[in-house]
Nanobody, 123 residues
Framework: VQLQASGGGLVEAGGSLRLSCAAS????????IGWFRQAPGKEREFVAA????????HYGDSVEGRFTISRDNAKNTVYLQMNSLKPEDAAVYYC?????????????????WGQGTLVTVSS
C-alpha cells in the first residue's frame, strides 16, 4: 500500500485542521492506519490510530479530546481532525499502515509510511 498525507498548513492557536491520508493499493480496509508527528530535534511521536476494522481508535495523551481519527474505506482515506491546536502541535505529520493492525502506538509496528505534511501553529 502507498500512502499520501495532505492537509497541513499554517493555523493560529485554537484553530483547526483536517489531515487526510490517501492510500492506493488493494484491500485498504485490511490496514490499520496510524498518525505520527515529528518536530525538529524530537523523536517521532504517536498521535492517533484506527484499527483495520475501524472499531478501535487510540490517541496520544497530548491530543486526547482534541483530535479525532476516522476512516472512509470507500474513499481509501483516513482523516485526522485536529481542533484546539496548540503551538506544541506543530510538526511534520506522517501516516503509516500496518496490515491487520489494531492501532498500535509503536513506530516499529508500521510497515508503510507516507511522506508527511507540515503543520505550523502560530501563537
Amino acid at each position: 500500500v502507498q500512502l499520501q498525507a495532505s492537509g497541513g498548513g499554517l493555523v493560529e492557536a485554537g484553530g483547526s485542521l483536517r489531515l487526510s491520508c490517501a492510500a492506493s493499493g488493494p484491500r485498504f480496509e485490511d490496514y490499520a492506519i496510524g498518525w505520527f508527528r515529528q518536530a525538529p530535534g524530537k523523536e517521532r511521536e504517536f498521535v492517533a490510530a484506527i484499527s483495520w476494522g475501524g472499531g478501535n481508535t487510540h490517541y496520544g495523551d497530548s491530543v486526547e479530546g482534541r483530535f479525532t481519527i476516522s476512516r472512509d474505506n470507500a474513499k481509501n482515506t483516513v482523516y485526522l481532525q485536529m481542533n484546539s491546536l496548540k503551538p506544541e502541535d506543530a510538526a511534520v505529520y506522517y501516516c503509516a499502515a500496518e496490515k491487520y493492525g489494531l492501532g498500535a502506538i509503536a513506530v516499529s509496528r508500521y510497515q508503510y509510511w507516507g511522506q508527511g505534511t507540515l503543520v505550523t501553529v502560530s501563537s
